[in-house]
T-cell receptor
């Protein structure tokens, strides 16, 4: 079974609007972390935001927030006030505390921000 | 503060040649990883290392060799390069604090072409 599923291969959003990128995960480990990375066309992988499985509140980092719904096993990334520079691939990832050597990545969502 | 660096950034080689990709991190992170990224496959783990002198196979280890004699370095060697090893290679590192899940940080990547 897929550990991380990103069902949106590509998305468009108008500049200055908010956008949600979907991510669902599969684990039986009680303790885990969820991550989002951005990969612009230049190729580097940029860490954006982290959510721990025991965190009570949704993580936020500037214009990025993580909509964490534990019961539904979803960890959607919300980007507010989209900018042209947000156009990139976005990867959701998970790491389990008891399987620390593994970092599971989704297949990514290509976001295009339109002016 | 260099963080995590990879060299070379670009490499063209021929089938059958040995190639070594270098990875160096300045954070003294315990864990280091090598991934390859190909269109249609996302990020796939080649090898990882939990500490100096401790390495283990990931999802796609065939044709690759790693070593880790020092905490800060984690070279990846293609013993006899094949065209199927044409890819972008990412090195990553993370710490391991007890009871927590630590973020994985990526190097800038090495684009390898095997002719």
């Amino acid at each position: 079974a897929q550990k991380i599923t990103q069902t949106q291969p590509g998305m468009f959003v108008q500049e200055k609007e908010a956008v949600t990128l979907d991510c669902t995960y599969d684990t039986s480990d009680p303790s885990y972390g969820l991550f989002w990375y951005k990969q612009p066309s230049s190729g580097e992988m940029i860490f954006l935001i982290y959510q721990g499985s025991y965190d009570q509140q949704n993580a936020t980092e500037g214009r990025y927030s993580l909509n964490f719904q534990k019961a539904r096993k979803s960890a959607n990334l919300v980007i507010s006030a989209s900018q042209l520079g947000d156009s990139a691939m976005y990867f959701c990832a998970m790491r389990e505390v008891y399987n620390f050597n593994k970092f599971y990545f989704g297949s990514g969502t290509k976001l295009n921000v339109k002016p | 503060d260099a963080g995590i660096t990879q060299s070379p950034r670009y490499k063209i080689t021929e089938t059958g040649r040995q190639v070594t990709l270098m990875c160096h991190q300045t954070w003294s992170h315990s864990y280091m990883f090598w991934y390859r990224q190909d269109l249609g496959h996302g990020l796939r783990l080649i090898y990882y290392s939990a500490a100096a002198d401790i390495t283990d196979k990931g999802e796609v280890p065939d044709g690759y060799v790693v070593s880790r004699s020092k905490t800060e370095n984690f070279p990846l060697t293609l013993e006899s390069a094949t065209r199927s090893q044409t890819s972008v290679y990412f090195c990553a590192s993370s710490s391991k604090a007890s009871g927590s899940v630590d973020t994985q940080y990526f190097g800038p990547g090495t684009r390898l072409t095997v002719l």
